[in-house]
């Protein structure tokens, strides 16, 4: 392992100051004179046709500007999901549509003066609808006669993917290693369980928001809360049928996104009332809005069936698969995906069966979500390890160990699927989860709780733990770039132009430490600046865990252009061969004659004297596979048995994500993951009413933790290094989530001998399923 | 009181705003005028005088939470207290407005009830007292008439050999109560039960429940596990839960109500120096 000067180092966030300060950073920090203000109009109905809008009234209230709907916006068909082109999501999704596919799905909307006149004016718009029947669980969702969500002629998916909107069907995988029957036949035992998650919403602290004006020459500016400025870009130009040249995206600070800003939520139709008026345009969703009309996690339904045999070998998985993508498609196919090729990987069976399909319900819209499917994947087989180690009698940190993954090693599902089609051949390039389980197990207090807790006295209050282990496959392989510009200035430093999309993890901080480290220069000599894509080079954009791996990479591929030209100006100007040059300390030395040149002279050398030219370069990178992340995860909790509370005591991470550029942002992203994670597993739950429309769309009623809830952590970063990553580094945003619901449901199961095996697990939940075993 | 009785119900009093505001931004509800309690001098106080603890109206939750009086020997105000939304909301929310708000799921009147509180009311036609427990209408209804207004909280000290216990069980730290209950427990010498209060609310009924009748099942007996749990259920018998509620089915509350309340009695008993049967939780 290398020794690094500013990778490695837990330097302080550089938007930190700022962002205490308070300073107008932000989407919805700016304002302009003429600034008018959009809203829009929601459908009431789970499922119905538009027989005809009447928004005559609504424009002619004093100050609207402009009214919106499916009768005068272009009809394109595209999908809101951020993702790479052609977009392996359905093209299911219209600005405006004269049919609506849920309550809470776009009808019209409204741009005015203000705000409180755009909502008056949205009350005056008389709606004809005829109501059709809904359908709301996604296994009726597919039977032959189910209420038909896309009927339109015109949804379709653009690559050669399934997809069969008739039955309301949108992606089928199926996948086979092995031989999965002979699998089972082997096995000692065989258990069978259905797992099932549930819905969620992301709850960034900032809600989707978008400004967008018109520049002096006529083009769209537009200023969006996005994790993909670039996608946002390309799809809003495709929805007001521009060219890309007329559309120009800034991304400013971004409030937290999870998955939730991977996507085109507001930007359209803010985007299209600037073109209509030729007026700046504001679009902020309120958080009710937030939480039913952006996106939330897809819910699976998961049939698993596994074999062990006697000596702790999972001889067979079959997974069956139903996800729910509610009322649209974004992310339906990748989700699923994603579910068996970065979830199954880490499992040494060589037969595994894989069937899934996703589905649309007249539900809320599903989309990306921080575990992206490996959450879910990793819920069923979580649960299905602990409950084989269970039945030979061994214990789960063993049974983990014996079966998961090593270093060097591969698995078949790494080339029979990614997350589009047929996959890569790539083999584990490092992998220190033995270290995790052992280091967790060891600062848990694994063995000794799980002897106490054996041994406890009966009484209402039970105390147990659970252990799981998860890996989570980074970027989308071959299909993910991340580009990069630096140019040097005349003091030495140097501006880093990125699109990487930092919306709060802190990849302006992680790309600047991999930079600095490159060049051999202090952190304040980069000058970071992102995301415009008028000025900073194209790169995908914030999601797959991949930023700190991707861009970072194309940082480093960057940085290597540079000190080729520094290298080159400093040989003309001692009259040396560049081999005889070394980079240190913002300065070029010659190994020979020990002369030494500072930055600054090279830099102005090159801009003012002799054979000039500007020192900048610009350089991309493309995801050849997908690095593996892997974490250790134990759960000690308390459950109440007379009132089905539970309390999570202490939670352990152990984590290899290869070299944790700044190991406290890399714990910050484990230690929110952990968090949302349980939060997520124990009270976070959408409601709905029996006609599809969410009861609870509040902080005040959809309950997430908040400080005084969040029990005691820790985190272990296991000392690791991954050769294809930049400087060793491997993702870390997503792979803790992926863990908390098995390791919960373990920890229960260990403590009462209950096994919960549908999320979340409420008071009420784990008391109906504890009388149920009493009961048997 | 002269703005009150000019604007009547087109007003509303505000103290700390913290439903009444949640209110009107959800446009539940839409006064034309706001009457801020919060310049008038002499309304925030917590004043002991012997056995009486008296508590001014817009003394916020925060300063009840502070009050080492309280916490030496009111403790349970201040366990509900605690227990009450963040330490942000309790800066600014009164105890006044906790109580004439009249929200079912608030947790500061079940504790003032098993205190046998009563509140002193000023009004056109001047003062009148009313215990607590009498107080409340329904839901977001109390008896205040027109142009009255709380002023005053007044709460007796428990007597020698009393016991109290809060417990409140919510979905996370900040949220309102799926149910919580509130007891005093007094006892004779020979350790029998002289006088109970068992109060429960979070949204059980329409208002906070007191169950007399299983306060009287205890009444001048030793109080013995069994017994208890007894109590317990017929406390739980009178609920009459909004079966739409988010937080919990109405099932579910008059389940876990019953532990409560049993767990409640059984703490009481410990504090008030009563001979506690083997609590199975140790």
Redesign the interface.
């Known amino acids: 392992m290398r020794e690094f000067k500013i990778v490695g180092k837990s330097v302080k966030k550089v938007d930190a100051a700022l962002l205490a300060r308070g300073k107008p950073l932000f989407t919805d920090d700016v304002t302009f004179e003429d600034m008018l203000h959009a809203r829009i109009l929601w459908s009431p109905h789970a499922h119905a046709r538009i027989r005809d809008i009447d928004t005559s009234e609504a424009e002619a209230l004093p100050g609207v500007h402009a009214v919106l709907c499916y009768k005068n916006v272009p009809r394109v068909p595209h999908t809101s999901a951020g993702q790479g082109w052609p977009e392996p999501s359905p093209y299911d999704m219209f600005m405006f549509d004269n049919k609506v596919r849920y309550v809470g799905d776009r009808v019209a909307a409204v741009a005015a003066e203000s705000e409180e006149i755009a909502e008056k004016a949205l009350r005056l718009i008389k709606v004809d609808y005829e109501v059709l029947p809904a359908v709301f669980d996604p296994e009726k969702a597919m039977e032959e006669g189910a209420p038909v969500i896309h009927d339109e002629p015109d949804c379709r998916q653009v690559l050669p993917l399934f997809y069969d909107p008739k039955h309301n069907h949108c992606a089928h995988i199926e996948v086979k290693t092995g031989d999965p029957d002979r699998g089972l036949n082997e096995a000692d035992i065989v258990i069978e369980h259905t797992i099932k998650n549930h819905y969620a919403q992301h709850c960034a602290l900032e809600p989707h928001s978008c400004i967008s004006y018109l520049d002096p020459m006529g083009r769209i500016v537009v200023r969006c809360s996005t994790q993909v400025p670039y996608y946002a870009r390309r799809i809003i130009a495709q929805c007001l049928q521009l060219p890309e040249r007329m559309v120009r995206v800034i991304k400013p600070r971004i409030g937290g996104g999870f998955g939730s800003k991977q996507e085109i939520v507001v930007e359209d139709v803010c985007a299209m009332f600037t073109l209509r008026t030729r007026r700046p345009v504001r679009l902020v969703f309120t958080r009710p809005e937030v939480f039913v009309s952006s996106r939330t996690r897809h819910p699976m339904i998961m049939r698993v069936k596994t074999g062990v045999k006697r000596d702790g070998t999972v001889s067979a998985i079959k997974m069956r698969v139903i996800s729910n993508t509610g009322a649209y498609g974004p992310h339906c196919m990748t989700v699923l995906g994603s579910t068996c090729a970065k979830t199954l990987p880490l499992y040494r069976c060589p037969n595994i069966e894989f069937i899934g399909d996703t589905v649309y319900t007249n539900l809320l819209n599903a989309g990306a979500y921080r575990g992206y499917g490996v959450l879910q994947g990793t819920f069923a087989m979580g649960i299905m390890m602990d409950e084989m180690a269970h039945a030979i009698g061994m214990d789960p940190v063993d049974f983990w160990k014996k079966n998961t993954i090593r270093v060097g090693e591969t698995s078949p599902i790494f080339s029979a699927l990614s997350e589009i089609g047929k996959g890569a051949e790539q083999k584990v390039d490092s992998c220190a989860l033995p270290e995790c389980i052992d280091q967790g197990a060891a600062a848990f207090g694994w063995k000794e709780k799980r002897e106490r807790y054996r041994n406890q006295p ?4 039970r105390r147990g733990v659970g252990m799981v282990c998860t890996v989570h496959g980074g970027t989308v392989a071959l299909l993910d770039a991340s580009s990069v510009t630096a140019k040097m200035n005349e003091d030495g430093s140097f501006n880093l132009l990125i699109s990487a999309s930092d919306v709060g993890g802190g990849c302006d901080t992680v790309l600047s430490q991999i930079f600095a480290e490159a060049l051999d220069i202090p952190l304040e000599d980069v000058i970071v600046y992102p995301t415009d894509t008028d000025v900073t080079p194209y790169d995908k954009g914030a999601y797959a865990s991949g930023t700190t791996y991707l861009s970072g990479l194309a940082v480093i591929k960057t940085a290597e252009e540079i000190k080729k030209q520094i290298l080159k100006v400093a040989a003309e100007m001692l009259n040396e061969p560049p081999e005889n040059l070394r980079l240190e300390k913002k300065g070029v030395v010659s190994t020979k004659s020990g002369k030494r040149l500072e930055f600054g002279q090279i830099a102005k050398r090159a801009m003012y004297s002799k054979n000039q030219f500007q020192i900048a370069a610009t350089a991309s990178e493309y995801s050849h596979l997908h690095p593996q992340t892997f974490t250790a995860q134990f759960a000690e909790v308390e459950v109440d048995t ?4 539970v309390k999570v005591l202490y939670y352990v991470t152990a984590v290899d994500c290869g070299t944790a550029i700044n190991p406290t942002l890399a714990e910050g992203q484990v230690e929110g993951s952990i968090i949302n994670g349980i939060s997520y597993a124990l ?1 976070e739950e959408f ?1 709905f009413d029996e006609n599809g429309r969410v ?2 769309p509040s902080f ?2 959809y ?4 400080a ?2 969040i029990p005691k952590l820790k985190t272990i970063l296991v000392p690791s290094y991954d050769p294809t990553g930049p400087f060793g580094a491997k993702p870390i945003g997503e792979p803790a989530m992926d863990g908390v619901l098995p390791t919960i449901s373990n920890a229960i199961y260990n403590a009462i001998g209950v096994r919960l095996t549908e999320s979340p697990f ?3 939940r784990v ?1 109906k399923a504890i009388r149920e075993k009493r009961g048997r | 009181m002269a703005l009150l009785s000019r604007y009547g119900d087109k007003a509303k009093l505000i103290a700390g705003g913290t439903d009444l505001l ?1 209110d009107m931004k959800n446009e539940k509800i839409n006064p034309q005028y706001l009457i801020s309690l919060m310049k008038i001098t002499g309304l925030s106080y917590i004043a002991e005088e012997g056995d009486v603890l008296r508590i001014g109206a817009t003394t916020t939750l925060r300063e009840l939470e502070e009050s080492q009086i309280i916490e030496k020997r009111y403790g349970l105000i201040s366990k509900a207290v605690k227990c009450l939304g ?1 330490v942000q909301i309790r800066n600014m929310a009164t105890i006044g407005g906790n109580i004439c708000n009249a929200v079912p799921s608030a947790d500061l009147p079940p504790a003032l009830v098993a205190l046998n509180a009563t509140l002193k009311i000023v009004g056109p036609n001047g003062e009148r007292t009313m215990p607590l427990e009498d107080f409340f209408a329904g839901v977001k209804k109390t008896k205040l008439s027109v142009g009255e207004l709380l002023k005053e909280i007044i709460v007796e000290r428990p007597p020698a050999r009393s016991g109290t216990a809060f417990i409140k ?1 919510s ?6 109560a ?1 149910v919580n209950v509130a007891v005093r427990i007094t006892l004779n010498e020979d350790d029998t039960c002289r006088e109970a209060r068992i109060v429960i609310g979070g949204g059980v009924g329409p208002t906070l429940i007191r169950s007399r009748e299983a306060e009287k099942l205890l009444l001048g007996k030793k109080m013995e596990e069994e017994l208890v749990k007894r109590a317990a259920e017929v406390a739980c018998t009178g609920f009459s839960c909004r079966p ?1 509620s ?4 109405p099932e ?1 509350k008059a ?2 109500g019953r ?2 309340v049993k767990r409640a009695l059984l703490e009481a008993l410990k504090k008030a120096g009563g001979v506690v049967e083997d609590d ?3």
């Not at chain 1, 309950?703 to 908040?706: C, G, N, Q």
């Not at chain 2, 988010?246 to 089915?249: D, L, Q």
């Open positions: 009966d009484g209402p209050i007379e009132t089905g509370q009270t409601i009861l609870n005040r009623d309950k997430i933790f908040s005084p809830d409420t008071p009420e008391l | 949640v963040t069980l979905r996370t730290a900040e949220d309102l799926i739409t988010i937080r919990a089915s579910y389940e876990v532990v409560l199975e939780r140790n």
